[in-house]
């Protein structure tokens, strides 16, 4: 069962260097937007199976090197884009749009209880845990946010915004989220963007008791808990970037807090740098509605990538242990909507955590069709 905690907002790529502009879609292709990765991973594991702990009765991780999981991965999103004008908004560039996005997951072939599941790529850069079953709806997400531009920076409200996931749902009708982001263009010989942004967001969530989730430290940053019921988050982020054409350096930090009725409150931190570089073909870019890093879709382009997240859990109540992944990301865009990738991951726990000592290592073949 999947709960996604909070949402970190990534760097936004200006073109502008006078100020922040935002990237209004004005077509249906970009209005609409699908993609499928196909995955098979190879899972090894240097502990065995400690079902017969009965303190932790989740944390049963044993895999044989023979492992094999199919994930697929569907993501639909579309806008609906109002222009405001200037005479009677003041703001040079305004604009609220309506999204709706949702993954589901397939898996396969385990027989360990828990399964570990990583596509370690440039976009796609958490690992998670679940339940080995045939097919998992992750979430669905959709909402109403209003961005605009004032003083050079950009500032993206959320209006509405709600995550239903597979029998559990998130209400986050009262969400409160603030994002304030500047960039700064360089245009000598080779343009340039250095990137600063904060973000700060509150939700009331309503949902019910949940056994296990995801952990991760990026795009979401979810934690294993057992039967505990999360009444409110607060979550703060600092988001430091340098764009180029040819390289790609993300620094991200985020502390969360949690209020749970249940069960004591508990607050976290964590943060991943990520770096990549262009062998071929690519130029860096940032899609502001997914809120993510891509690559112009250029056809026979290479591009590598390394990726470093941490995780601090530091109520040792419920929640203990620290948790690291190095990842290894090769990329190659072989077709215009096809995508070839071949990922490493390496994940490291201390002694306390919630999976003590066992240390995954898996690595990935995936296609990924775009259209």
Excluded: C
Aim: hydrophobic content about 40%; overall charge positive; cysteine-free.
């Amino acid at each position: 069962m999947f709960l996604r905690f909070f949402y970190i907002f990534l760097v936004i790529f200006a073109s502008n260097a006078s100020a922040t502009n935002i990237v209004k879609p004005n077509s249906l292709k970009d209005n609409l937007s699908f993609y499928a990765l196909f995955n098979k991973n190879y899972i090894a594991n240097d502990q065995q199976d400690r079902s017969n702990n009965s303190n932790v009765p989740y944390a049963r991780i044993s895999y044989k090197k023979s492992d094999l999981a199919l994930t697929t991965k569907i993501n639909a999103a579309f806008k609906l884009q109002l222009d405001f004008g200037a005479k009677k908004t003041k703001l040079k560039d305004a604009y609220i749009n309506l999204f709706f996005d949702q993954q589901s997951l397939k898996i396969g072939q385990f027989t360990a209880p828990n399964s570990i599941i990583e596509a370690a790529s440039l976009t796609d850069y958490h690992f998670l845990t679940s339940p080995a079953v045939n097919n998992f709806l992750l979430g669905r997400n959709f909402g109403l946010n209003y961005n605009f531009s004032l003083k050079n920076f950009l500032i993206s409200t959320a209006i509405f915004s709600a995550d239903i996931n597979d029998k559990v749902i998130l209400n986050d009708f009262k969400s409160k989220i603030l994002r304030l982001a500047k960039n700064i263009d360089f245009v000598d010989q080779q343009q340039f963007t250095l990137h600063f942004a904060g973000s700060y967001s509150e939700q009331n969530i309503e949902t019910k008791a949940y056994q296990i989730s995801e952990i991760s430290a990026s795009d979401s940053a979810d934690l294993i808990m057992d039967n505990i019921a999360i009444d409110n988050q607060r979550n703060r982020a600092l988001e430091l970037a340098f764009i180029s054409p040819k390289t790609l350096f993300i620094f991200e930090y985020v502390h969360n807090d949690l209020a749970i009725s249940n069960a004591q409150d508990i607050s976290f931190y964590g943060y991943y740098f990520l770096a990549a570089y262009s062998i071929f073909g690519d130029n860096f870019a940032y899609d502001i509605t997914a809120k993510t890093y891509k690559t112009k879709n250029l056809v026979n382009s290479l591009n590598i990538a390394y990726r470093k997240s941490f995780l601090n859990l530091n109520k040792r109540a419920y929640l203990y242990g620290k948790y690291e992944s190095d990842a290894l990301s090769l990329n190659y865009q072989i077709l215009k909507n096809v995508k070839l990738k071949v990922n490493y991951l390496q994940i490291n726990t201390d002694r306390n955590s919630y999976f003590a000592n066992n240390s995954p290592r898996i690595l990935s073949f995936s296609t990924e069709l775009s259209f």
